[in-house]
């Protein structure tokens, strides 16, 4: 099992290799079956030799399908601070595998990145990998705000956002499970000037650059980040323009850095988690080899998204239809005390 503190104790990196937050094998085969990992990758030699998971030949195949079908399958949503009574997100990762893997066979719930991201690092730990925490901000140019989005879109969230570099073959690679459809949806390597299709046609790109915030006399000498920037449309005027989404430092983040990232997202009013339902289902092509589109529900309704065409949106007029669509759409189940935890101001008619 995960590491469990006790109650009073501080959180921190257990130290020790050995008392680290594990899964087992019987968790790692309930995770596949979440995912709806193919047998192919179920039965992988990595489970019988860990060190082949930090080679090209087995690890990078393996890193590439779990995330794949992590993104397809488990959603990346901000459901638990609304519908429940408590309202409090656990880091925890004994807590997190019952969510999204015991819990989540059963209700399909899933969770914001610091849960999916810190979930998916565990599974990659326990599999073999070498795996670091890592920390982003998020830019203010997809604020769900248009007056952010005018006046800020040059500027970055507080530390918001959480990542995962992987080495393989003594080279990192981005790995990123928790950032819906604003995400690359693929592994890609931490290179300055990499750049692909993710979605198609949307493209991606890394580089590193300072940013315009800094307290630098010259902004040649600016700390320098990893940037991660996307182009919606490369063939449409317009709209071929790269938007800046996140960036990120190579720094070690611990648990301590994420609880109090999580307690800021969970609870601060500006948080757009805490005044905003969100649920995201990103799709997989017929063949499974790449993500095509997603689904996406934000408040009262919800709107489908595929090869870069957008469907009409759907409009959801009432708690039961939202709750019917979330069902039916996305796979999520509510028990009655959950879907009586959503507050007054944030339910439907």
Known sequence: ?????SAGQLAQVPLGFHPRPHYGRDQLQKYF???RLPQQHCATPILDDPQLAGTKGHGLPLLAALHRYHLANIRFENLELHYS???KISLNMDDLFDKFAVRGGKYGRGGHCMENNGLFGTVLRSLGYEVRNCAGRVSRSWSPDAETRTQQCETYDNWNHVLNLVKVDGQWWVVDVGMGSMGPAVIYPLEDGFESIAVPPR???????????TYAHNKDQAPKLWCYDQCLAPDKPGKDSWIPTY?????EFLPQDYEMMSWYTSTNPKSFFTYSILCTKLLLSEDES???GDVTLFNDGYRKTVAGQRDTPVQLKTEQERLDAMKEVF???????EKNGISAEKRLA
């Open 1 to 5: 099992m995960a590491h469990q503190a």
């Open 33 to 35: 079956e979440r995912i």
């Open 85 to 87: 009574a408590h309202r």
């Open 203 to 213: 493209r991606i790109r890394l580089q590193k650059r300072s940013i315009p915030e």
């Open 247 to 251: 960036c990120f430092t190579e720094t």
């Open 290 to 292: 790449h993500i095509i």
């Open 331 to 337: 796979g999520l189940e509510f028990t009655e005390e």
